[in-house]
């Protein structure tokens, strides 16, 4: 078999399961629109903890700076403790939203699990005895829970990795060019290298 079929049967392969995927996770459309709404939600109030830390640090540093004196001390206290506050809600909602999109997505790979399991069960009932005369005993489940395992691990990396870095670096991105433009470009630069790093490395490892 040549390399460019080889790629071609690949490609099918993945189109194909990607639809039986995407064909299941309809069934559970409002929980997986939920899971990324509070997967970017938990993400975005991670990120505006720095943030506001540093307002925190630029209203202090801006107070002790100034000689004489300009703000009250009673008004300065309020001013930190409002920062403080700020940071503490930022860090629950954080917190929050990640508890329920632990739940909503530890819902959707369960009943996802089980339909896909309990479908190809069904399906391996169905097929005509020769085709299990030559397989071992247990075979036939044992595949069926590897892919029910798989996708498993599929739906929550991609939720808990690939969604929530791209949700970071639209963030990033929004906040480098409120606040200093040519950061972007750096940015950019240094995830390229990065990136490329990672490749090289994983290409060695394997």
């Known amino acids: 078999m040549s390399r460019r079929n080889l790629v071609h049967r690949i ?4 189109a ?8 299941y996770l309809s069934r559970y459309r409002g929980f997986v629109f939920l899971s990324f709404l509070l997967a970017t939600f938990n993400i975005g109030f991670s990120l505006c903890d720095p943030i506001v830390y540093g307002w925190l640090i630029d209203k202090v540093k801006g107070a002790l700076d100034l000689k004489p004196r300009m703000i009250e001390e009673s008004a300065f206290m309020l001013t930190v403790c ?14 929050i939203a990640k508890a329920f999109q632990d739940y909503t997505v530890n819902t959707v790979i369960q009943r996802f699990g089980a339909d ?5 069960l069904k399906q391996a009932l169905q097929l005509p005895y020769q085709k299990f005369e030559d397989q071992r005993s247990g075979e036939t489940l044992s595949v069926l829970e590897k892919v029910r395992t798989d ?8 939720v808990n990795i690939v969604f929530s870095t791209l949700v970071s670096i639209v ?17 950019t630069i240094g995830a390229i290298l990065l990136s490329l790093l990672m490749a090289v490395l994983s290409k060695k490892i394997k």
């Open 116 to 120: 896909v399991y309990t479908d190809g």
């Open 151 to 158: 996708s498993e691990k599929f739906m929550s990396l991609f």
């Open 82 to 95: 409002k920062y403080i506050l700020g940071l503490i809600g930022v860090a629950m909602l954080s917190r």
């Open 16 to 23: 194909l399961r990607m639809k039986i995927l995407l064909k």
């Open 171 to 187: 963030f990033v991105i929004i906040v480098a060019s409120i606040i200093f433009p040519p950061i972007i470009l750096v940015y």
């Open 11 to 14: 490609n099918l392969t993945f």
